[in-house]
């Protein structure tokens, strides 16, 4: 399972040109000593108990798929951070880069593509990703219905043991989730709903589905051409909103906000912060794209946060 790694982890030419030209004046680009410890990610799969509600139209989204990263040095009940992808990424660059980070710090994690995205689509011609949106309000509720069974699914196989069957002895006591744009989203209403996450960091997220689709500079040409009114598309998602602020239950939260976000609109992204009692929040002086210039910054934020709250 490791021939898919490159494939999905390296950065694009563009992505590598930009960061190229950054190395020189950002921190956290070196590699130390426990940097270069840290072993090789390796991809496992985990068997649905149950076929998902996208299964007939797409049953590969029947496997979840986990890119799992130990660090150099890790105890048997190291923390674990479960990171959702960006959904539009044509790689794991980025992820794998905060993966690492943490792995630094003594912190596991694991990559979990969400349906339609890299290995988990059906038709692998398409970029990753795109059918997630591109089909209708029902399939897109049904997508995201499914991405929060999937990581009900993987946070119940980890409390029951299922780690020590990729790696002896492994069993993290204290668990966190991150995810980037439409994996932060996704990972907030995860967080939100399940308490035994205990930590969450949320880039260039935002909260109430049908808003961020009707406005969103990379959503509101599909929502015009699907042609649904905003009542339509409230009522489908309606129960993907997020839950009162008691619901947070005083467990910590770290939002990375883009000051000229178009994709998810300033409106939205107020609306999750608002949800959210006391969030620790990062602006990045970037749109929602040009955010990735600041990835080497933001990875060392992220692992900051969970090195200070999963203890």
């Known amino acids: 399972m490791n021939s898919l790694f490159p494939r999905t982890g390296r950065p694009s030419l563009a992505t590598l040109a930009l960061s190229w030209a950054l190395l020189g004046s950002l921190p956290g680009v070196c590699l130390d000593e426990a940097s270069q410890n840290i072993p090789r990610p390796e991809w496992h799969v985990i068997k649905r108990p149950h076929p998902g509600k996208s299964s007939a139209v797409n049953p590969a989204a029947d496997d979840l798929w986990l890119l799992t990263q130990s660090p150099a040095a890790r105890t048997n009940a190291a923390p674990l951070v479960i990171i959702l992808p960006m959904m539009g990424g044509p790689n794991l660059w980025a992820e794998t880069r905060i993966s690492r980070r943490l792995a630094e710090r003594g912190i596991a994690s694991a990559i979990m593509p969400l349906p339609q995205q890299f290995e988990r689509r059906f038709f692998l011609d398409l970029p990753s990703g795109k059918l997630f949106l591109e089909r209708d309000i029902k399939s897109l509720g049904n997508n995201m219905r499914e991405a929060l069974d999937d990581l009900i699914i993987a946070v119940d196989w980890i409390e029951q043991g299922g780690l020590p069957m990729l ?129 080497f910054w933001v990875e060392d934020e992220i692992a900051d946060f969970f090195q200070e709250n999963l203890k």
């Open 167 to 295: 790696e002896p002895s492994w069993n993290p006591k204290l668990l966190g989730i991150a995810g980037i744009s439409l994996g932060g989203i996704t990972a907030s209403l995860a967080m939100s709903r399940d308490q035994r996450i205990r930590a969450g960091a949320f880039l260039l997220a935002g909260a109430g589905l049908a808003q961020i689709l009707a406005e969103g500079s990379e959503t509101k040409l599909l929502a015009k051409k699907l042609n649904p009114s905003m009542e339509m598309i409230s009522e489908q998602l309606s129960d993907l909103e997020l839950p009162p602020p008691q619901a947070w239950a005083n467990r910590p939260v770290l939002l990375a906000e883009a000051r000229w976000d178009l994709v998810v609109p300033q409106s939205a992204q107020r609306r999750l912060r608002e949800s959210i009692p006391h969030p620790q929040v990062v602006h990045l002086p970037s749109g929602h794209i040009s955010a990735i210039a600041h990835i």
